[in-house]
């Protein structure tokens, strides 16, 4: 070493004299790409030869380079080296850190680990990622991250959140979504209370392997959130500021519907064959009278013809009709522009002993249906020290303030109070303003505005009644009800760690997440539920969970082989949820939300509902010589959910990497940078029965109070068992990663095998039992899949960059064992299928000599299968009444054959252009919207345009039958509504600039970026109009379709 | 030292916090009772049998659509069948119950409703009929009992009326009842469908059980409570149904005996209280106990504010309206005279077409509108939204016109009994006489009060034969009270709404159907939950519409 020393004295002696001769002064400043701060102690030397320096406390550097001195090698530890070419006096650098390699830590269960040794699965969104998206809840940013990743975006509500499938569907009852940890505690509030801004990295947990220290929780994987700290930055204070601002529309299109003329011609075949059909009246008076008497049904005439001579008896439509009505149009007075805003301001830094990252964060965005807004303020404060050496503290605290308007209130499906429900089903005759029937203008009240039509006539105007939505009108309803919801949530997390001995550590660590509640929720005394007295609730809850757990860590080594890790812990958890409800009817004066402003209470229930656990886990880690890795994880839970004798079980893991390019034999080939082989089994728990408060209590049958006038009474609600216990979920999971190509190339092949047994299902009983349900451990079922991930660099040019990265998984989930296989909505839960198998009636096609639909007949074993019916002849046994037959699995499923991600990353000197797609392929879904667009002919609700298909005359071939008023067997729930659920959806597009330090340094600034941004942007489906991304169950419903997201920013640190 | 002082801190805080407390893991339920609490004495299963109390009439959260028992039953059974018209389509409540696809598709949350919350009221009655077993017996114990037994006669009687053909047209020993459940435990199978005649044997002793406890105590504290009374006219109902007449007669002679019949007044008060004298059993709804949009006047009221009542008059079979005498003071509560407000009128006659253009009982528009506020201040607490129309029924009232209190609910009445007692001795053969003097006691009580006094009433007035007459009487006396459906079934009546203001192509499959005794479409479908959940279910025959 001290040879070398010298030597390179020499050289540097003899390298100075040259200089000496011809030579120039160069000079410039590093910093890091990361925070945009100075590097201090980077390595400069001028390529093949030994000149070199150091840059100075502030980064800066001064080199003298000679004549035939080209470029310039900066290097620093955990940073990638650059080479840049000596073209000026000024050369500055902004370092990127080595983020590709293996060599990169990762937040994992309990710790961090190198991601070298990690046995696990997992994927991991970093911070750089989610600068990119515009979102308000970091969920949406997990689509497309990792591979094996499902999420549905089950509403488009601001601030709503997706829901999250990992590895399959590992559980019967709905509630299959991932436990979140936030800074090592379960979290329990909505992800969309976390600003993306504060969040460092989010780690997904995939495997057995990686998740078993979380035991009980963790049958579905964890989501572990990590939020952002302090860096040593030598007593500065870094600033950042980020400001952005964007337009919130519509991001799938609605269904195409029919018009006014080809509504009148449909419900005019409608008609006319209920009469022909539903009361056996002669064809040809059925003609004459559907074509006298359907203005009569539909009650509205919106053209400028007589109401009797609308259709003729032909069924076409009047050639001089024209549409003069005004505003039939439902979306359009309740759909707006929304608008989003959002900015961050965040302070950090720290010293030697002590770091601090503190943030602010405001967000408002309004939806683009009236009344849907969002709104979020938040702080965070995260502060660590290490007052002694053998003590560590910290506590990270963020509050959280929001406020939620909802377009849909609290209504389902189908209810009236449902935006989209009732502006999707509207025929297309009907006006939202009262018009004059005969001149189709305005009637516009004494202060000149216009008035709504309820629909239930106006005999003074001459108007009559909607035959649907009577007396209900959505856009009165959202202009005079009010809903608000306002929560604030508290959370901490702190923590004590003491180093007792070198390599010995006990820590105990605290997590309390307080979130309050507040829903206050008017509906009006003009129209609606609300009529005729107007009516208000509120409902407060206040939710505490409180986890608490205490490690020992202790890791040591033998010799230079040998490490070895430890962790024992011990966890509590306490969930409690404390709620009240009321209800008052009677408004005094209008405008007054409170309690106080209304008379007659209806109303009053309030209860507190717990759900505790606790575990003592154990984890060891073994490396020999950096190249082999085993690791094993033990944990023994306790659920309160189960009864006593049964609630512990116990969960376990096994892992083990290969790191094969530390072999010999693959380091002699020079194209291998990196491989690695892992391989983990583990058995892992799930306690959730079901998503209901109630099912906290899963073991016990109760009794609840249900008082009869002023005597007490108590009503019987569960059954209980007893015998209840863990679900458990058992996965083997093995996989191959590469760095190839001097790391131009990198990816994984993964496959895994799930099985998870006894499963938790409140399982349906025979309503005979007068309880309908049960929570009962019973099936199993498995999951596996293969996830291929593929990354690259395709150009690395000196100003040109692009990186792409493909993602790819298959999920395939059979149940393997059920006691009693029984039918689940549209779907049939037996052995052999999956979750999402279709099992439903066949629709064969129409009869075209009578129009009917026609259903081939499912008839049903000995066995209980059921089997397609065909004749002596061989031919197909049909019926017109579904219900004549059984249903039987149609041999499709939710579930997509391929799905997953395409991002793409190009570089131009300062400019960024990122952008992903995501994609499946395969799978059905069941459209239900269309059905319920595509119906019998119900008087006044809106058709789709396929609907002018239907049959109309004997010998008309087609697939879409008569359409017929009030007969139900013409277009109930069938495989004729399974849609292929393939699409292409451009989820996020990222463009940016980075201004050139050395054209904002004066400024003070030491980054200055500016950029657009698009979320939801387009999809490709089969259908217009369709969602295929809504629900994991492949059904559609009446719900807030995603938003789209134009946003411009500017990113500022100084 | 303060080296070793750190450890022992360390020591002291890890093996302090390593491990809760072994109850830590024990959590009780704040919003509910376990059954051992519920049902462990005479006192705690009396709170549990208001509840069941309660499910008679109030909003349940057993169903998402949260029914409120027999709040949506009784409509149920009265907008099928063909006397409790709706003169408009309206919203769409009943829709598929006034054109039959509702109790004739398996997965109907009407089928499911009727089915589970019968099924449940058993179930429930079961838990405390099974906990009492061993309990030293008391009078508190007996009343509970016997109440208990009375809802499982009661439930199971209403559930084999409606799932399985009448026994007096099949044959009761072959034909499929419905299974009977006297016990509801782990593992939950399924059970089978009894004979017609078993399920009535077992109804029979279940509510001889209920008379045997009920009689001699008296600790009722409201009219929900079912009394010795109550379950005496239960087993007339069951009896009469089954075709029993002599049992029936009797029941319903014990079960009326000292009490009265309402008068005039009373009778045109809306049927809103309890505490109508002729109310045997019935629910009384407190206010922040409301059903809201799922109460039993939202469904069947006229001046209830809902916008079903708002936008759907409803209105008398005008055939059945026509056969009420005019000395009968029961003709007053359907307005044959209505305004017509759901037609927009031409007045002026614009077109040059004069026929139809106005209301033909009201030739001018001022006669109309003045009508039309009259009636507005008489029932509509002068609202202008309710809708109008001829034959529209005011039988029920709200106590506050146009508003959305919650009015009681009415399951049993006296006249009720006397239509039974008659009915029961008439086809008993040879007892016309008896049977013409129950009648005429009814018949008397709905004379018209006027000076001077109209003539009695005259059993032979309309010229129909005893039984038809008091059939009729029937008809008119329980209009809307939710006993239609089950008088057509056990009478194996046919349905056709020719000469009614019915619109067939609203009807539909509603409008004519042949009698139930050869026609399978009257038959409630076994719900597809339970076909899914029980191997032992045998499905009823599929409906043909």
């Not at chain 1, 404060?381 to 963020?398: D, E, F, I, Y």
């Not at chain 1, 496959?751 to 349906?764: Q, R, T, W």
């Not at chain 1, 049939?828 to 009578?850: F, I, Q």
């Not at chain 2, 078993?198 to 001699?216: F, R």
């Given at each position: 070493?001290k ?5 390179m ?218 939020t952002?700290?302090g ?30 003329k ?22 040809t ?95 965070r ?18 509050w ?38 005969t ?70 660590n ?42 020992i ?77 085993f ?23 096994v ?49 609840e ?45 993964e ?14 009983l ?61 779907k ?23 129009g ?70 395969g799978g ?12 019998e ?40 509504w ?57 059904t ?19 | ?190 059970q089978?469908?009894?004979t ?22 008296s ?39 000292g ?25 009384e ?61 031409d ?46 029924v ?9 508003t ?38 009814l ?19 309309r ?70 959940a ?12």
């Open positions: 070493m040879k070398n020393l010298f030597s004295l020499i050289l540097c002696l003899i390298g100075l004299q040259s200089v000496l001769a011809q030579s120039r002064e160069v000079s410039g400043v590093v910093t890091s790409a990361d925070d945009g701060l100075s590097i201090p102690g980077v390595s400069v030397i001028i390529k093949g030869t030994t000149i070199g320096t150091t840059t100075d406390f502030d980064g800066k550097y001064t080199i003298s380079v000679p004549e035939d001195g080209k470029i310039l090698v900066f290097s620093f530890v955990g940073m990638k080296t650059a080479e840049l070419p000596v073209n000026s006096n000024t050369i500055d650098l902004v370092m990127e850190s080595e983020s590709i390699g293996m060599d990169e830590v990762m937040v994992v269960a309990f710790g961090t680990a190198k991601k070298e040794s990690f046995t696990g699965s997992a994927g991991v969104v970093g911070a750089e990622k989610l600068e990119e998206r515009t979102l308000s809840s970091v969920g949406q940013a997990l689509e497309g991250s990792t591979t094996g990743v499902q999420v549905a975006s089950t509403s488009g509500q601001p601030g709503s959140a997706p829901a999250i499938r990992i590895r399959g569907f590992g559980t019967l009852n709905g509630d299959a979504s991932p436990l979140y940890i936030v800074d090592g505690s379960q979290y329990e509030g909505s992800l969309a209370d976390i600003s993306p801004e504060d969040i460092a990295s989010m780690t997904i947990l995939k495997d057995a392997s990686s998740t078993a220290l979380y035991g009980s929780r963790a049958a579905n994987g964890v989501i572990l959130i990590t952002k700290r860096k040593k930055n030598q007593g500065k204070v870094k600033i950042d500021f980020k400001a952005v601002t964007g337009v919130v529309s519509q991001a799938i299109p609605h269904y195409e519907t029919v018009g006014a080809d509504y009148y011609e449909l419900m005019y075949q409608s008609y006319k064959n209920s009469l022909i059909h539903g009361a056996d009246v002669d064809p008076i059925a003609a004459q009278t559907a074509a006298t008497g359907i203005f009569g049904k539909l009650g509205y005439n919106p053209f400028n013809v007589a109401n009797d001579q609308i259709v003729d008896a032909n069924g076409v439509i009047n050639p001089d009709a024209k549409v003069i009505a005004q505003g039939l149009d439902w979306y359009d007075p309740i759909e707006q522009t929304g608008y989003r805003q959002n900015y961050n301001l965040s302070a950090s830094g720290g010293g030697e002993k002590h770091d601090y990252f503190f943030s602010m964060g405001y967000l408002d965005e309004t939806g683009y249906v009236t009344n849907s807004d969002f709104e979020r303020i938040n702080t404060m995260n502060v660590n020290a290490t007052p002694k050496k053998w003590l560590k503290l910290g506590t990270n605290m963020s959280s303030f929001t406020k939620k308007g909802l377009a849909s209130t609290t209504d389902g499906n189908s209810s009236f109070g449902n935006p989209f429900r009732f502006a999707r089903y509207m025929g297309p005759i009907y006006p939202v303003y009262q018009i004059n029937p001149t189709g203008e305005y009637i516009l009240d004494p202060a000149g505005k216009k008035q709504y039509d309820h629909g239930s006539g106006y005999d003074e105007h001459g108007i009559g009644s909607r035959p649907t939505n009577v007396d209900r009108h959505i856009v009165a309803e959202l202009d005079y009800n009010f809903n608000e919801t306002k929560t604030n949530i508290i959370s901490n997390r702190s923590y004590a760690e003491f180093n007792i001995i070198e390599g010995l550590k006990v820590s105990t605290v997590g309390i997440d307080v979130q309050n509640y507040h829903q206050k929720d008017f509906e009006n005394k003009i129209i609606g539920d609300g009529a005729p007295d107007g009516r208000y609730n509120e409902t407060r809850y206040t939710q505490t969970a409180l986890n608490w757990n205490q490690l860590n202790y890791n040591t080594k033998f010799g230079e082989d040998h490490s070895v890790e430890v962790l024992l812990g011990h966890e509590s958890y306490d969930l409690n949820y404390t709620y009240m409800y009321g209800m008052k009817s009677k408004s005094t004066v209008t405008g007054i939300n409170e309690f106080d402003n209304f008379v007659t209470p209806t109303s009053l229930d309030g209860a507190t509902y717990e759900k505790k656990s606790e575990g003592y886990f154990a984890r060891l880690k073994y490396n020999f010589q950096n190249k082999y890795y690791e094993g994880s033990f944990r023994r839970d306790g659920s309160s959910v189960f009864h006593p004798d049964v609630r512990w079980g116990n969960f376990y893991s892992g083990a990497t290969w790191r094969m390019d530390q072999e010999a034999f693959i380091q002699n080939l020079t194209w291998i940078d990196q491989l690695k082989f892992r391989v983990s089994y583990g058995e892992v728990g799930n306690d959730r029965i079901g998503t209901s408060r109630g099912n906290y209590y899963g073991y016990q049958a109760l009794y109070p249900h008082p009869n006038a002023l005597e007490s009474g108590l009503r019987w609600s569960s059954v209980g068992n007893d015998k209840l216990t863990w679900e458990s979920n058992n996965a083997f999971d093995v996989a191959l990663e590469y760095t190839v190509l001097n790391n131009r190339l990198h990816g994984a092949v496959f895994y095998h799930k099985i998870s047994e006894d499963l938790l299902y409140n399982m349906p025979s309503p005979s039992m007068g309880l309908n349900s049960q929570p009962r451990n019973i099936a199993t079922l498995y999951n596996q899949g293969f996830e291929i991930s593929l990354g690259g660099t395709v150009i690395d040019t000196e100003d040109f960059k692009w990186n792409i990265d493909l993602q790819a998984s298959t999920v395939k989930n059979e149940i393997t064992a059920i006691p009693d296989p029984f039918d689940s909505g549209s049939r839960w037996a052995k052999g299928h999956s979750v999402y198998d279709y099992y439903l009636y066949d629709y064969y096609g129409v009869d075209a000599a009578t009917d639909a026609l259903y081939h007949k499912w008839e049903k074993d000995a066995e209980g299968n059921t089997h397609k019916m065909y004749d002596e002849n061989g031919d197909p046994v049909l019926t017109t009444n579904e219900q004549d037959s059984e249903k039987g699995y149609t041999g499709d499923s939710s579930i997509p054959d391929l799905f997953g991600s395409i991002s793409n990353t190009l570089k131009y000197k300062d400019f960024q252009l990122s952008f992903m797609f995501t994609y499946a392929i059905k879904i069941l459209d239900y919207n269309y059905r319920d667009l595509m119906h002919g119900e008087y006044g609700e809106a058709l789709h345009v396929d609907a002018k298909k239907a049959w109309k005359q004997a010998g008309d071939i087609t697939n879409t039958p008569r359409l017929q008023s009030g007969n139900t067997h013409i277009a109930p729930t069938s495989d004729r399974l849609t292929d659920a393939s699409y292409l959806s451009l989820k996020n597009v990222n463009l940016s600039y980075t201004f050139p330090k050395s054209k904002i340094k004066d400024l003070g600034i030491n980054s200055l970026k500016v950029f657009a941004s698009g979320e939801n942007l387009f999809m490709l489906t089969k259908r217009e109009g369709l969602n295929p991304q809504e629900a994991f169950s492949g559609t419903s009446n719900v807030y379709l995603p938003s789209r997201v134009v946003s411009f920013g500017v990113n500022v640190s100084f | 030292m303060k080296k070793y002082f750190n450890k022992l801190f360390l020591l002291v805080l890890v093996v302090s916090t390593l491990g809760c407390s072994d109850d830590y893991l024990s959590t009780q339920p704040t919003h509910a009772f376990t059954p051992s609490s519920a049902l462990s004495s005479p006192e705690n299963m009396l709170v549990a049998l208001n509840g069941m109390h309660r499910e008679m009439y109030g909003q349940s959260s057993l169903n998402s659509t949260w029914h409120g028992g027999e709040s949506y039953i009784m409509p149920m059974m009265e907008y099928g069948a063909g006397d409790y018209l709706r003169a408009l389509p309206g919203t769409g409540w009943f829709k598929s119950t006034c054109q039959w696809t509702s109790h004739t598709d398996a997965t109907s949350s009407n089928v499911e409703w009727v089915w589970y919350q019968y099924y449940h009221l058993i179930g429930s009655a079961n838990n405390i009929i099974n906990s009492a077993e061993g309990m030293v017996e008391t009078d508190l114990l007996d009343e509970v009992l016997g109440q208990a037994y009375a809802y499982r006669a009661w439930a199971h009687h209403r559930l084999v009326c409606l799932f399985a053909k009448n026994p007096q047209y099949s044959d009761e020993t072959t034909e499929l009842g419905v299974p009977v459940m006297l016990v509801t435990k782990f593992p939950y199978e399924g089978a469908r009894e017609v005649a078993n399920v009535y044997a077992q109804c029979e002793t279940d509510i001889q059980k209920a008379i045997t406890l009920l009689t001699g105590k600790g009722r504290k409201s009219k929900t409570h079912i009394t010795a009374r109550t379950a005496n006219g239960i087993a007339a109902r069951i009896a009469l149904t089954k075709g029993d007449f002599v049992a029936a007669a009797t029941y319903a002679n014990v079960a009326k005996s009490l009265n019949l309402m008068s005039q007044d009373s009778y045109k008060s809306g049927f809103n209280s309890y505490e109508n004298v002729e109310w045997m059993w019935g629910a709804v407190v206010a922040d106990q409301t059903n809201y949009y799922r109460s039993w006047f939202y469904y069947i009221g006229m001046n209830f504010n809902g916008s079903f009542d708002r936008g759907t008059p409803r209105i008398i079979n005008s055939t059945l309206f026509n056969q009420i005498a005019v000395t009968d003071y029961r003709r007053d509560v359907f307005l044959d005279k209505m305004p017509d407000t759901t037609v927009a009128w007045w002026e006659q614009e077109d040059g077409d004069s026929t139809n253009d106005f209301d033909p009982n009201y030739p001018t528009k001022a006669e109309f509108d003045k009508a039309v506020d009259s009636i507005n201040a008489l029932y509509f607490n002068n609202k202008t939204s309710f809708k109008k129309h001829p034959y529209q005011a039988k029920f009232l709200n106590a506050n016109p146009a959305i209190e919650p009015e009681d609910v009415l399951f049993m009445r006296v006249s009720e009994m006397y239509l039974i007692e008659a009915e029961a001795l008439a086809r008993q053969g040879g007892k016309d006489a008896e049977a013409t003097a129950v009648i005429s006691v018949g008397n009580a709905r004379v018209r009060v006027m000076e001077p006094a109209l003539p009695e009433y005259d059993v032979a007035a010229g129909l034969s005893l039984i038809d007459e008091i059939l009729l009487m029937r008809r008119i006396e329980l209009f809307g009270e939710g006993h239609r459906w089950f008088d057509m079934l056990r009478n194996d009546e046919a349905l056709d709404l020719a000469g009614s203001d019915a619109d067939p192509s609203y009807y539909l499959k509603g409008y004519k159907q042949d009698k139930p005794s050869i026609n399978n479409n009257w038959l409630f479908q076994i719900p597809q939950a339970e076909l899914n029980n191997a032992n279910m045998v499905a009823n025959p599929a409906a043909v519409l």
